[in-house]
């Protein structure tokens, strides 16, 4: 398995900013992902992280609000732009190296936007 | 219509007894099925996973997967207060996108 570490843990931030979200992972990975989680519902898939090359966004997600790098195997970060109160949540982060059952998730960012 | 619907509970049980979890699904193409422990203010952690269908078992946890009726359960035996969690089950199918259910909370209690 993948030990995943993620940066800040919590943050509280003022509407109009922005946050940036580190992803470190204790091994090389192939794919890297992005979730949103929100109370009561289900983990929702922000995009996948591709090493060298533009996210894969999913449908209601866009660049110019969740810009994602990915400069290697082992690190990632997620951006929340232009932040609005809807933006609070938790962000997770996750990691594949091997099968597709295989995704481990670190331990999620707290955001709360005033 | 979900893709994955989950009973959010919460569950509450007295400690030693079984518990059932339960998914349903829609997407006939889901091949995966895994389950993921989620503590509070922590991410969810991998328990099991089964391809297909089929039973599968883990020391006190058992993953059944009935793709007839497109079902699955984890069953618990001999609940622990340390199984006091959120519950979530994820699918896939030949893609890397998984499709989780909305988590049913269960509590242990001594």
């Known amino acids: 398995s993948a030990v995943i570490s993620q940066k800040p843990s919590r943050d509280i931030c003022q509407r109009g900013t922005s946050l940036t979200i580190q992803c470190q992972v204790d091994?090389?990975?192939?794919?890297m992902f992005w979730y949103r989680q929100q109370p009561g519902q289900s983990l929702t898939l922000i995009a996948t992280?591709?090493?060298?090359?533009?996210?894969?966004?999913e449908s209601g997600f866009v660049i110019d609000k969740f810009p994602i790098s990915r400069p290697n195997l082992t690190f990632s970060t997620l951006t929340v732009s232009n932040m609005s109160p809807e933006d609070s949540s938790i962000y997770l982060c996750s990691a594949s190296g091997g099968g597709i059952y295989e995704q481990y998730f670190g331990p999620g960012t707290r955001l709360t936007v005033t | 219509q979900k893709e994955v619907e989950q009973d959010p509970g919460p569950l509450s049980v007295p400690e030693g007894a079984i518990v059932s979890l339960n998914c349903t699904y829609s997407n006939s193409a889901f091949q995966y099925f895994m389950w993921y422990r989620q503590y509070s203010r922590k991410g969810p952690e991998l328990l099991m996973y089964t391809y297909s269908s089929g039973n599968k078992e883990d020391g006190r946890f058992t993953a059944q997967v009935d793709k007839s009726s497109k079902y699955i359960s984890l069953f618990i035996r001999d609940s622990q207060p340390s199984d006091s969690a959120t519950y979530l089950c994820?699918?896939?199918?030949?893609?890397?996108?998984?499709?989780f259910g909305t988590g049913t909370s269960l509590t242990v209690i001594p």
């Open positions: 994820a699918m896939s199918g030949r893609g890397n996108q998984f499709y």
């Open positions: 091994s090389q990975v192939t794919m």
């Open positions: 992280a591709n090493q060298g090359s533009e996210a894969t966004y």
